[in-house]
């Protein structure tokens, strides 16, 4: 433990230190959770390092809280630094036994809670940049990769460096992240960029090691795959004990304390809901801090040792400012960070500490992780604070959270932000420096500029040969749809293999192994009695549809352009493109071009379609065109991959405002309905949509001038419905053309603002049923539909009520032996949850083994 010092120091309500009690010991007496090193010990370096806390969690009991991180627990910010720095010095000593440079290396830490810690590995190397990733795309700054992580409660992470070729030496790559709890997060990443630009040796960092042998094996074997060294360090390592019955255990005990105290906190902890009187709140003040120009305020867009070099020079004049502000005999100082903001607040937070300015000084950040508090010595999360996002965040608005601050008896507390997060939202009466002011004497505010790279000038390669590009693909050759309804720019592997069981599929997209584009999910087909039930369900709705297509169609026309070229995502869009199209030749006698494309969530939209779209039209006339909107991963997917192709290629913009059929996550401002309902064109696969396969983007399959691929399934030709499907629907236009001119005036006149509240709850949900992956998480009829067709299910949550358009999920759901649980409150109709951490064997909600198709 040379390389952390004075781990100690967690507060009381009163504002005592504990140094004798492991903040784990409630959990570990009430379930018998133990740490056990890798020895098999005790484990009293683990203990050091972490406490332990609950979540309302059936899958898992227990959450591991570092006490050395800076994140959830107010540290020493010496500790806190000495923790990432004495990690670096270790791999400066392990790149120079290698014969390796340090400073050919490049440090990537992980947002949100790696930042400071891998700004802190990197200042142990000394001359190595840095850069992390990032939830917050920036406008202007290309994202050159991306990944997700499969257990966090956010998990699209950008990689927006200033420098493109940052990241495409090929000297190690240093990789920083808190815990390792399977090594997947690291999986996702190194394929990645792996892919982009290989290299021959990559380090692993974290403050503790918490895999099982099977998952370190998986990464020796990957390693092994790709022909690259891969190293681990870790200051400490070692398993949690989970004895038997304490899944049990640990949701009683959070139901339990739920119903004692309806907030989730502690008695005294500030949130919203504390029942408690708040006494009389803090002044709040501005501190004026002179940030040295050009420094970044983090490793967002890299971090180099030059800005190093003019950070260190100006903390000590920084923390005389902070000092000056906080006046004479500060006491106990908190500087609280902000999500990802967190080697600033850090460094500004050690200066001061060093400057012996107040008489003790520690170090916490806010976060977007919600954990349950318990005021009790020996747990790890005695209280939090509850506040709105102030920083307009991508995925919508949400509750963040401040933990161990109310009751600490901090004197004072200097709130650092930078300059995107200093909002309205953050100065509002139940905004974060609101709610931190009853728990404190005074609160400063101090806003770090945010770094915002300047504008590329796009380079212009006149004489540069533009592949060509093929034409679009077109039935009857490719799809069952006429050639004039949709031109399909991708390319035909209808000759490759590409099916593997779902069972299959689902193990290797949650271990990392593969991504979900990689494969097709064997075709689903239908029985009989589901037959019946999709034409029943297309008769049914027939006119709601067509009520929504009309709807959505007027509204483009009257908003967007007067001759869009319509270009769907395929392949649930296609449909609705088809369908857009044959509205306006009815109505309007328009004949509207008709384009179908790939977008991969995590991958991006193709490229090359883009640049066949810009050769052949004016992008300004493009309308991207998707089914529904589920929890809006995909809106925000093509709004990202959008802004990054027009900062790369410096060439015309296309608007990424999609449009939908149906938003019942509330994610887009053009659409046909809100109203979650069953579109039948979501119960079927490729028979309902001109028997086109999901998209597939695999390196082998798909070159650089290539577009991504899919396959015809020519085969199922005696079972497709997707002229039938279109012709039933666009009968009823007719009948719907008055209340269409209706509801489309209304929507033009009416405030169309996305709430995200979809997002909203797929977060809670994915806590409350203790996923950690918003990604298996499929909110509204669609999704779930798609879930039950082509995922493993885990069970199906249903608003208490829903009625027919339901039918055909129950069905599916039957089949397949998920339970299908009814639930109030529920904002969309039903709710798909994919099967979490599934392997082969795994068992389902009651149990049993899932059922496979």
Not at 25 to 40: H, N, S
Not at 130 to 136: A, G, K, N, P
Not at 222 to 237: H, K, M, T
Not at 356 to 376: K, M, Y
Request: aromatic share 6%; charged share 20%; with cysteine.
């Amino acid at each position: 433990m040379a390389d952390v010092n004075d781990v100690s120091g967690v507060t009381t309500e009163k504002g005592k230190t504990i140094d004798a009690v492991w903040s784990g010991t409630w959990v570990a007496k009430r379930l018998g959770v133990r740490l056990e090193g890798a020895d098999g010990s005790r484990g009293p370096g683990l203990e050091e390092l972490l406490g332990l806390a609950l979540r309302r969690n059936p899958k898992r009991a227990h959450l591991l809280v570092s006490q050395v991180l800076g994140k959830h627990v107010p540290q020493s910010p010496r500790a806190v630094h000495a923790a990432g720095y004495g990690l670096g010095r270790r791999v400066r000593a392990l790149l120079d036994a290698a014969g390796e440079d340090p400073a050919a290396a490049v440090v990537l830490g992980y947002a949100e809670t790696a930042t400071g810690l891998g700004h802190c590995v990197a200042d142990g190397l000394e001359a190595a940049p840095y850069l992390h990733s990032t939830r917050r795309p920036v406008p202007g700054v290309a994202v050159v990769g991306g990944f997700e992580e499969s257990h966090s409660h956010a998990t699209s992470h950008l990689l927006l460096p200033e420098d493109p070729k940052l990241l495409a030496g090929g000297g190690p790559l240093v990789l920083v992240d808190d815990e390792f709890s399977t090594g997947n997060t690291v999986l996702n990443t190194i394929r990645d960029l792996h892919a982009r630009h290989p290299r021959t040796h990559y380090v692993v960092v974290a403050l503790v090691d918490m895999r099982s042998p099977a998952d370190r094996e998986r990464l020796s074997a990957f390693a092994a795959e790709i022909g690259a060294r891969v190293d681990l360090l870790a200051l400490a390592s070692g398993t949690v004990h989970l004895p038997e019955g304490v899944l049990a255990k640990g949701q009683a005990l959070v139901e339990q304390h739920e119903r004692e105290t309806p907030s989730g906190s502690a008695p005294a902890s500030g949130s919203a809901s504390s029942p408690v009187p708040a006494p009389r709140p803090a002044p709040v003040r501005r501190v004026e801090l002179a940030w040295p120009a050009g420094v970044p305020d983090g490793g967002r867009h890299g971090f180099t040792s030059a800005h190093r070099d003019r950070l260190e020079k100006a903390l000590p004049a920084l923390a005389g400012q902070l000092a000056d502000a906080l006046g004479t005999a500060p006491g106990r100082v908190l500087v609280l960070g902000n999500e990802e903001l967190m080697y600033a607040p850090l460094r500004l937070a050690l200066a001061l500490e060093e400057s012996g300015a107040a008489r003790e000084v520690r170090f916490s950040t806010t976060t977007r992780s919600p954990v349950l508090a318990v005021d009790d010595p020996g747990y790890a999360i005695r209280t939090r604070l509850v506040f709105p996002a102030h920083d307009a965040p991508a995925d919508g608005p949400g509750d963040r959270y401040a933990y161990n601050v109310a009751g600490a008896g901090f004197d004072s507390v200097v709130a650092v932000v930078d300059g995107h997060g200093d909002t309205d939202t953050l100065h509002a009466p139940d905004g974060l420096l609101a709610r931190l002011a009853p728990h404190t004497g005074q609160v400063l505010l101090a806003v770090v500029p945010s770094y915002v790279p300047p504008a590329r000038t796009p380079q212009t390669l006149p004489d540069r040969q533009e592949p060509t590009m093929p034409e679009p693909l077109r039935g009857p050759a490719f799809s069952s749809y006429a050639a004039e309804d949709v031109g399909w720019l991708l390319q035909d592997l209808s000759g490759v293999a590409l099916e593997a069981p779902t069972e299959e599929r689902e193990e290797a997209i949650q271990a990392g192994g593969a991504h979900y584009a990689e494969s097709l999910p064997v075709e689903y087909q239908p029985s009989d009695q589901y037959q019946e039930l999709y034409r029943s369900a297309l008769n049914a709705s027939a006119a709601r549809i067509a009520r929504a297509v009309g709807t959505v169609t007027e509204t483009v026309l009257a908003e967007r352009t007067p001759s869009p070229v319509l270009v769907s995502l395929a392949r649930a869009g296609t449909p609705v493109g088809v369908l857009m199209r044959r509205w306006a030749k009815a109505r309007h006698g328009l004949d509207l071009p008709h384009y179908a494309v790939s977008i991969v969530r995590g991958r991006g939209i193709d490229t090359n379609a883009l640049r066949w779209l810009a050769a052949h039209h004016d992008p300004a006339d493009v309308v991207f065109v998707d089914g529904w909107t589920g929890k809006g991963a995909i809106t925000r997917e093509l709004s990202a991959a959008l802004r990054a192709h027009r900062d790369q290629e410096g060439g015309p913009e296309f608007n990424p405002d999609i449009v939908v059929l149906a938003d019942p996550g509330s994610c887009v401002a053009t659409y046909g309905t809100r109203e979650d309902f069953l579109i039948p064109s979501a119960c079927l696969n490729s028979t309902v949509s001109g028997l086109i396969s999901r998209t597939v983007l695999r390196p082998d399959l798909v070159g650089p001038a290539d577009f991504h691929g899919a396959k015809f399934y020519r085969e199922l030709g005696g079972s497709d419905v997707s002229a039938d499907f279109v012709d039933t629907v666009a009968a009823r236009f007719e009948e719907v053309a008055d209340a269409v001119d209706a509801e489309a005036k209304e929507l033009l006149a009416a405030d169309r603002t996305p709430t995200w509240e979809g997002w909203a709850a797929v977060e809670r949900i994915s806590e409350e049923y203790g996923i950690h992956d918003v990604n298996l998480v499929k909110p509204g009829v669609g999704e779930t539909t798609r879930v039950l067709l082509r995922r493993v299910p885990w069970k199906i949550l249903a608003r208490r009520g829903a009625g027919p358009d339901l039918d055909h999920v129950r069905l599916l759901a039957g089949q397949r032996g998920v339970p299908v649980e009814e639930v109030d409150g529920l904002p969309y109709t039903c709710v798909g949850l994919i099967h979490p951490r599934y392997t082969r064997g795994a068992t389902g909600a009651d149990g049993k083994a899932v059922a496979s198709k």
